[in-house]
């Protein structure tokens, strides 16, 4: 009879929480489609107070990718990803070669996200830029569940879950997992999913002396794969706009052969191997944390963390080069040995075997002085990395149009096999100690100094071409062929960065505030893959920044001169030559493009305005402008090909290519009751393609818009918009009209490239108990 009832009321239950559920769906639906999901919920990190807006910049909302963090530029050319913390130490030791977003998800798991400034990332990681910050979730004084479910309507699907407790005597355990199943909005026949994304974290954690020490014992087991294909062929009108090429969709058809297998030459025995193109693309990943906090009754406060980690990753990055109108006698045929004729797609495929193991460790002790005015720190750091890789190379091509057909070359279905090629197996150790302070040194006069002193030294075995011409990469290269030999390299470096700011408070809420910070840094160990031995000079970055500020109960607004410089950027752009003589599979008259390793300096002078306004209650509104010159500075090239033409070019205070001289971001929100109604939009202007300028993208919107309804308080729904005005986001570039100044043959030029995130609907349903 009690087991009757009992049932009779947990059907009662179920229709009721379904009714309501339904309900609220639609709802949410509806004001999805008039409004457009949740922002990602972030934090400022920095221990002190920041000199500018930068705590604004939410690095979670990415219209390029829903798998990763955005990169912020400060007027400098970017890394490709951002640098990422969790709990107290990055996840990995640097961007190459697994990348760090496929040791991190940020989610449920996590006690809290949040941007880390230029302010801190300068003494923590010894960079100037933005970066992210993390702390995973350990058991507290109760039980916790959470549950995030999202999918799209281009059929992702996403399961994010975490549930933590108590277990008695201070004890207790964090149990989560990300699961990622997404398709792409470009469907691809080579696979079922470009995204299969799994991670399994564990922790167990202890606390004593009513809370003041916490220690943390966390495992993560991640397998990501991540087949990388945003590539799509477009007219480039001449002007800066786009077109649609054949009534191809950037963002919706697919631009690859239905392969789903990888040729390569293996870098170190010569032999052809094949590999599938999930297994070619997937990343396995233990991470194994420690940390431990301890507060003192005076405030001391001390904070160990260590991380021991061990990935090995492989890649298989297709990445698209020049298209060429070809002739039915030009060699390219289908796979049935039909001739072809028409525009093919030239690729360059990268396969990465590489591996990443490293442990790290630090001892952090915080404090207050006597009379409260001082807040220091002091931090001690020694990260060990063993990694290397194997990668080759060889070209392809295909059809220019949608489901495009795999195109042989005189036959076969790759070419050019090494003539690129990376190989690196080394150790680096880097032991580093940090100290700063924060003085308010009264009520109007405000200061913060902080100093990093590094060494780093990296050794190992590599291939280099210096003083070795067996290691000089040609078509069929390999390091087993009896000319290449393997070289040693072992490499001790000091470097160092600092910052010192201020602000002095003119009158209530306004005042001046300047920043001044440098950070210097050598070649890391992944810079000795390539057959040039990476330069040994230091990359010395210096940051300035000083304006006003203004601060009351509506407004809270920066408005400050930067100028930022960077001496020795290394970079390994591709530039293209029309062949005047037969040079291996090449011919004379065809396009052959190299990769050339180069140094130069960049200075970027801008203004940036950052605001916070909140008019009224519930309004809040985020607006920042910044206007600024990017260019290279004392950037001389000499590339040689293979027909032996060797070129020479200077490219000096010409405009850096991909950044945009004037990015605005406008970001209102609105909450009423249970609703929140939010928007996000970021304009970026035209950005060159080109090194000489002669060749642009028009300026670009990236949208985002959403509405979050709070149904009780153990079910939410966040419904959200991503592009919503549908822009293409098109970008890219001609490596053969990387050096030429006359645009004229470049107008309606057929080309392939890039795309933003097309329009994508998104709902999640988020549950907490």
């Given at each position: 009879?009690?087991?009757?009832?009992?049932?009779?009321?947990?059907?009662?239950?179920?229709?009721?929480?379904?009714?309501?559920?339904?309900?609220?769906?639609?709802?949410?639906?509806?004001?999805?489609?008039?409004?457009?999901?949740?922002?990602?919920?972030?934090?400022?990190?920095?221990?002190?107070?920041?000199?500018?807006?930068?705590?604004?910049?939410?690095?979670?909302?990415?219209?390029?990718?829903?798998?990763?963090?955005?990169?912020?530029?400060l007027g400098l050319p970017t890394n490709k990803w951002a640098t990422i913390y969790e709990d107290g130490l990055p996840v990995s030791h640097y961007m190459i070669q697994i990348y760090p977003y496929k040791s991190w998800h940020g989610g449920v798991?996590?006690?809290?996200?949040?941007?880390?400034?230029?302010?801190?990332?300068?003494?923590?990681?010894?960079?100037?830029?933005?970066?992210?910050?993390?702390?995973?979730?350990?058991?507290?004084?109760?039980?916790?569940?959470?549950?995030?479910?999202?999918?799209?309507?281009?059929?992702?699907?996403?399961?994010?879950?975490?549930?933590?407790?108590?277990?008695?005597?201070?004890?207790?355990?964090?149990?989560?997992?990300?699961?990622?199943?997404?398709?792409?909005?470009?469907?691809?026949?080579?696979?079922?999913?470009?995204?299969?994304?799994?991670?399994?974290?564990?922790?167990?954690?202890?606390?004593?002396?009513?809370?003041?020490?916490?220690?943390?014992?966390?495992?993560?087991?991640?397998?990501?794969?991540?087949?990388?294909?945003?590539?799509?062929?477009?007219?480039?009108?001449?002007?800066?706009?786009?077109?649609?090429?054949?009534?191809f969709n950037l963002g919706i058809d697919q631009y690859l052969p239905a392969n789903n297998f990888v040729t390569f030459m293996d870098v170190e025995t010569g032999q052809m191997m094949e590999q599938q193109v999930d297994d070619a693309n997937t990343?396995?990943?233990?991470?194994?944390?420690?940390?431990?906090?301890?507060?003192?009754?005076?405030?001391?406060?001390?904070?160990?963390?260590?991380?021991?980690?061990?990935?090995?990753?492989?890649?298989?990055?297709?990445?698209?080069?020049?298209?060429?109108?070809?002739?039915?006698?030009?060699?390219?045929?289908?796979?049935?040995?039909?001739?072809?004729?028409?525009?093919?797609?030239?690729?360059?495929?990268?396969?990465?075997?590489?591996?990443?193991?490293?442990?790290?460790?630090?001892?952090?002790?915080?404090?207050?002085?006597?009379?409260?005015?001082?807040?220091?720190?002091?931090?001690?750091?020694?990260?060990?990395?063993?990694?290397?890789?194997?990668?080759?190379?060889?070209?392809?091509?295909?059809?220019?149009?949608?489901?495009?057909?795999?195109?042989?070359?005189?036959?076969?279905?790759?070419?050019?096999?090494?003539?690129?090629?990376?190989?690196?197996?080394?150790?680096?150790?880097?032991?580093?100690?940090?100290?700063?302070?924060?003085?308010?040194?009264?009520?109007?006069?405000?200061?913060?100094?902080?100093?990093?002193?590094?060494?780093?030294?990296?050794?190992?075995?590599?291939?280099?071409?210096?003083?070795?011409?067996?290691?000089?990469?040609?078509?069929?290269?390999?390091?087993?062929?009896?000319?290449?030999?393997?070289?040693?390299?072992?490499?001790?470096?000091?470097?160092?960065?600092?910052?010192?700011?201020?602000?002095?408070?003119?009158?209530?809420?306004?005042?001046?505030?300047?920043?001044?910070?440098?950070?210097?840094?050598?070649?890391?160990?992944?810079?000795?893959?390539?057959?040039?031995?990476?330069?040994?000079?230091?990359?010395?970055?210096?940051?300035?920044?000083?304006?006003?500020?203004?601060?009351?109960?509506?407004?809270?607004?920066?408005?400050?001169?930067?100028?930022?410089?960077m001496s020795n950027q290394l970079e390994r752009p591709n530039f293209s030559h029309v062949l005047v003589k037969d040079a291996g599979d090449l011919k004379a008259g065809m396009t052959e493009t190299v990769t050339t390793q180069i140094a130069y300096?960049?200075?970027?002078?801008?203004?940036?305005?950052?605001?916070?306004?909140?008019?009224?209650?519930?309004?809040?509104?985020?607006?920042?402008?910044?206007?600024?010159?990017?260019?290279?500075?004392?950037?001389?090239?000499?590339?040689?090909?293979?027909?032996?033409?060797?070129?020479?070019?200077?490219?000096?205070?010409?405009?850096?290519?991909?950044?945009?001289?004037?990015?605005?971001?406008?970001?209102?929100?609105?909450?009423?009751?249970?609703?929140?109604?939010?928007?996000?939009?970021?304009?970026?202007?035209?950005?060159?393609?080109?090194?000489?300028?002669?060749?642009?993208?028009?300026?670009?919107?990236?949208?985002?818009?959403?509405?979050?309804?709070?149904?009780?308080?153990?079910?939410?729904?966040?419904?959200?918009?991503?592009?919503?005005?549908?822009?293409?986001?098109?970008?890219?570039?001609?490596?053969?009209?990387?050096?030429?100044?006359?645009?004229?043959?470049?107008?309606?030029?057929?080309?392939?490239?890039?795309?933003?995130?097309?329009?994508?609907?998104?709902?999640?349903?988020?549950?907490?108990?």
């Open positions: 009879m009690w087991k009757k009832n009992n049932t009779f009321a947990v059907r009662k239950i179920k229709s009721f929480f379904f009714m309501k559920t339904t309900r609220a769906f639609l709802v949410t639906l509806f004001s999805l489609l008039i409004a457009g999901g949740a922002s990602a919920q972030t934090v400022v990190t920095d221990s002190v107070k920041t000199t500018s807006g930068d705590s604004n910049r939410d690095m979670l909302m990415n219209a390029a990718s829903a798998s990763q963090p955005r990169v912020i530029s798991s996590h006690e809290w996200t949040g941007t880390m400034t230029p302010q801190e990332m300068v003494l923590r990681y010894g960079t100037i830029a933005y970066g992210v910050d993390s702390k995973s979730k350990l058991a507290g004084d109760e039980f916790e569940g959470k549950v995030n479910y999202t999918v799209n309507h281009f059929g992702r699907q996403a399961v994010d879950a975490n549930i933590s407790s108590p277990i008695g005597k201070g004890w207790g355990f964090s149990l989560g997992s990300y699961q990622n199943f997404d398709p792409g909005s470009n469907h691809l026949d080579m696979t079922t999913l470009q995204d299969r994304v799994q991670f399994y974290k564990a922790s167990i954690s202890k606390t004593w002396n009513e809370g003041r020490g916490k220690a943390g014992l966390i495992y993560q087991y991640s397998q990501f794969k991540n087949i990388i294909e945003n590539y799509g062929p477009f007219i480039f009108v001449g002007d800066g706009s786009v077109k649609e090429l054949n009534d990343d396995k990943i233990h991470n194994v944390n420690f940390v431990l906090d301890y507060l003192w009754d005076n405030g001391t406060k001390l904070s160990i963390h260590s991380k021991y980690k061990r990935g090995s990753s492989y890649r298989s990055n297709s990445n698209v080069m020049g298209v060429n109108a070809v002739a039915a006698g030009d060699g390219y045929t289908y796979e049935d040995g039909r001739a072809y004729e028409g525009y093919a797609q030239s690729r360059r495929m990268l396969h990465f075997d590489a591996f990443d193991h490293f442990w790290m460790v630090n001892a952090e002790l915080t404090g207050k002085s006597k009379n409260r005015r001082h807040s220091w720190r002091g931090e001690v750091d020694y990260w060990l990395d063993h990694g290397g890789t194997k990668t080759s190379m060889y070209m392809f091509a295909h059809e220019v149009k949608k489901d495009p057909k795999l195109l042989l070359l005189n036959g076969s279905k790759g070419y050019n096999y090494n003539s690129y090629a990376e190989y690196y197996n080394g150790h680096e150790h880097k032991l580093f100690g940090l100290f700063s302070d924060e003085w308010n040194v009264s009520d109007r006069l405000w200061l913060y100094g902080g100093v990093r002193l590094e060494y780093i030294k990296e050794h190992g075995t590599a291939a280099h071409a210096d003083n070795e011409p067996g290691n000089i990469r040609h078509a069929g290269f390999f390091l087993n062929n009896g000319e290449a030999k393997r070289t040693k390299f072992d490499d001790p470096h000091f470097n160092y960065s600092y910052i010192v700011s201020g602000r002095y408070t003119l009158m209530p809420g306004f005042g001046l505030s300047a920043e001044y910070s440098t950070a210097s840094y050598h070649s890391q160990l992944f810079h000795y893959g390539t057959s040039a031995y990476p330069m040994q000079d230091p990359m010395v970055v210096h940051y300035f920044r000083g304006g006003v500020f203004w601060k009351n109960s509506w407004i809270d607004l920066t408005s400050q001169i930067t100028n930022i410089t300096d960049i200075a970027t002078l801008g203004w940036v305005t950052d605001a916070v306004i909140t008019p009224l209650e519930g309004l809040s509104v985020h607006a920042m402008l910044t206007v600024r010159s990017p260019k290279y500075k004392n950037f001389i090239l000499t590339p040689t090909f293979s027909d032996g033409v060797m070129e020479k070019y200077d490219l000096s205070d010409k405009y850096i290519t991909a950044l945009s001289k004037v990015e605005l971001e406008l970001e209102p929100s609105y909450s009423f009751g249970d609703w929140r109604v939010w928007f996000s939009a970021r304009y970026f202007s035209k950005q060159y393609i080109n090194k000489t300028n002669s060749l642009y993208f028009n300026g670009r919107w990236e949208t985002f818009g959403g509405v979050d309804y709070k149904l009780n308080d153990h079910v939410s729904f966040s419904g959200s918009v991503v592009n919503i005005l549908n822009q293409k986001g098109a970008s890219g570039s001609i490596a053969s009209a990387d050096l030429v100044t006359d645009a004229t043959p470049y107008k309606n030029y057929i080309m392939a490239g890039t795309f933003i995130r097309p329009f994508t609907l998104e709902l999640t349903t988020k549950l907490s108990f």
